[in-house]
C-alpha cells in the first residue's frame, strides 16, 4: 500500500511541476531565474505629446507594441503623477488592448504595470489578464488612480512570467483601458525553472520502480515463509 501511495504521490508531483507556467508578482524572484534578458525601458523615448498623435503600434528591438483602438503614448513621471521613470500608456483616445508580438518567441516575461483612471468604466480598475499565444492566461490586479482635478501618486505592480512553451504574443485585457508599461523585460532562450518532460518522465518511472521493487519483496518474503 506504501509503495502504491508512494506512487500516485510521484505521479501527481510531476503533473504539478509539469504545469508550464510559472507567475511573478516581484522582480526579484524573476531575475533570479530568468537570464539572458533583455529590458526596455522606454528612456530614449521623447515624450509623444497628448494630442492623439501617438503611434498606434511601436516597434522596439524583437518587441512590438500595437493598439487596437486609441494611441499609445510615452510619458514621463512629471505627465501623469505616477512614481517611476517613463513608461509606455495606452491614452483615452480610444477603447482597445494592447498586444505585444515578438520576433523571435519568447519564454519569460516580466514587466511593471498599473492603471491610470477608469476611461472604460471598468467595475474593478486595475484588474487585467494577460492573454498568452500559448492559450494560458495570466490574471493581473495591479494599482490604479482615479482622475478628480489631478492624477494621484502611484506605484507601479510587477508581473512576469515563465512558459515551457514559447510564447509569439500576448495581449493586456484591461477594462479600465488605461494600462500601463514600464521596464519591460524578455528573454529569448528558455531559462526556466519548470522541468523539462525528460525529468518530469524520469520522476514518473522512478516512483513506477519503486512499486516494482516492493511487490518483488513482498513475493519473495512469502515464498520463503
Not at 86 to 106: C, Q
Amino acid at each position: 500500500m506504501r509503495a502504491i501511495q508512494l506512487t500516485v504521490i510521484s505521479i501527481a508531483l510531476a503533473s504539478q511541476l509539469g504545469a508550464g507556467l510559472i507567475t511573478y508578482s516581484d522582480r526579484a524572484s524573476f531575475n533570479a531565474d530568468v537570464s539572458g534578458q533583455t529590458v526596455i525601458d522606454f528612456e530614449s523615448y521623447s515624450d509623444f505629446d497628448d494630442l492623439g498623435t501617438g503611434p498606434t503600434s511601436e516597434t522596439i528591438g524583437n518587441a512590438t507594441f500595437s493598439l487596437d483602438g486609441g494611441k499609445l503614448f510615452v510619458f514621463g513621471p512629471g505627465e501623469y503623477g505616477t512614481i517611476g521613470s517613463k513608461y509606455l500608456n495606452h491614452n483615452n483616445s480610444g477603447a482597445g488592448n494592447i498586444t505585444v508580438s515578438f520576433a523571435d518567441p519568447v519564454f519569460a516575461v516580466g514587466f511593471d504595470t498599473a492603471s491610470l483612471n477608469n476611461w472604460g468604466g471598468a467595475a474593478n480598475p486595475g484588474e487585467m489578464t494577460l492573454a498568452l499565444s500559448s492559450g494560458d492566461s495570466v490574471f493581473v490586479s495591479a494599482p490604479h488612480t482615479w482622475r478628480t482635478s489631478n492624477f494621484t501618486n502611484i506605484p507601479l505592480q510587477f508581473i512576469g512570467f515563465v512558459s515551457d512553451t514559447p510564447i509569439t504574443s500576448f495581449t493586456i485585457l484591461d477594462p479600465s483601458d488605461g494600462v500601463v508599461i514600464d521596464d519591460f523585460a524578455y528573454a529569448v532562450a528558455a531559462s526556466s525553472p519548470i522541468p523539462e518532460p525528460s525529468s518530469l518522465a524520469l520522476l514518473g518511472m522512478g516512483g513506477i520502480g519503486m512499486v516494482g521493487y516492493r511487490w518483488r519483496r513482498k513475493r519473495k518474503a512469502k515464498l520463503s515463509a
